[in-house]
C-alpha cells in the first residue's frame, strides 16, 4: 500500500485517484503507525515552504519520512513536498528542510527571462540527465508534464534526474537513493503521469 501523507497541504484525493487508476491502493494518512506499515510514501504540498514545513514539524511527520528513507522505504515528493525534501527554502525568508536531497529552493525570477509569467503555469517536455531513472521507465525523453511553481530546486546538480525548459533549464525531477522528488504534478499530467507513478510503485525498497 502506497501512503499518501496527509500534513494538511496538498492534492491528496486527486492523488489517491490516480493510484486508483492504475490498480494500486493508497491511503491519505497523517497517522504514523501506518505510514509506517506502509510499502512506499508520498509526500504532496502545496502552497508555502515555510508553512508546509512548520506543519511537517508540528505533526512530527517530518521525521517520520526521514526515518523511513533512512530505511530504504522508496519516498516520492510532488511539486511542494519535492521542494520539502531539499535541505533549505529562500521562499519568503530562509526555512530549512528535512535535507533529503543536497540543495536549495531559490525563485525561479532570478534565472527564467524578465518576460516569462510567474508561476510558471502549463505543459512543458522533461530533459532526462544521465542514465534514464528507474521512475521514468516507461517514458520518452521529451514527454510533457503539467507544472505550478514560482521557485525550482539549485544547487542540486548530483540529484537532478531531469529538466525543463521555461526560459531556463529548471530542475523537473531530482533522485537520492531511495528518495525521488517531482516539481511537476503526475497526477495532472495524464498519461504520462500515471506511467510515472506505476513505475515508482514497482520500486523496490
Not at 492504475?22 to 491519505?28: R, S
Not at 528507474?134 to 507544472?147: P, Q, R, S, T
Request: charged content about 20%; proline content about 3%.
Amino acid at each position: 500500500m502506497i501512503a499518501i501523507v496527509d500534513y494538511g497541504v496538498g492534492n491528496l484525493f486527486s492523488l489517491k485517484s490516480s493510484f486508483a487508476a492504475i490498480g494500486v491502493e493508497a491511503v491519505v494518512t497523517g497517522d504514523k503507525a501506518v505510514i509506517e506499515a506502509c510499502e512506499k510514501i508520498i509526500l504532496p504540498g502545496v502552497g508555502a515552504f515555510g508553512d508546509a514545513a512548520q506543519k511537517l514539524k508540528d505533526t512530527g511527520l517530518g521525521d517520520i519520512v526521514k526515518n523511513e528513507a533512512k530505511k530504504g522505504k522508496p519516498i516520492l515528493g510532488i511539486c511542494l513536498g519535492m521542494q520539502l525534501l531539499f535541505e533549505k527554502s529562500y521562499e519568503y525568508g530562509e526555512h530549512k528542510g528535512l535535507g533529503l536531497i543536497k540543495g536549495e529552493i531559490k525563485p525561479i525570477s532570478d534565472v527564467i527571462p524578465k518576460d516569462y509569467k510567474i508561476p510558471h503555469i502549463g505543459w512543458n517536455a522533461l530533459d532526462f540527465k544521465g542514465e534514464k531513472s528507474e521512475i521514468f521507465k516507461y517514458l520518452n525523453d521529451g514527454d510533457y508534464v503539467y507544472f505550478v511553481h514560482s521557485y525550482y530546486g539549485s544547487d542540486c546538480s548530483e540529484a537532478v534526474i531531469a529538466t525543463s525548459n521555461y526560459g531556463y533549464d529548471l530542475t523537473a525531477a531530482v533522485s537520492s537513493g531511495n528518495v525521488y522528488g517531482c516539481q511537476f504534478h503526475p497526477e495532472k499530467s495524464g498519461n504520462v503521469g500515471l506511467s510515472i507513478l506505476r513505475s515508482f510503485c514497482e520500486l523496490e525498497a
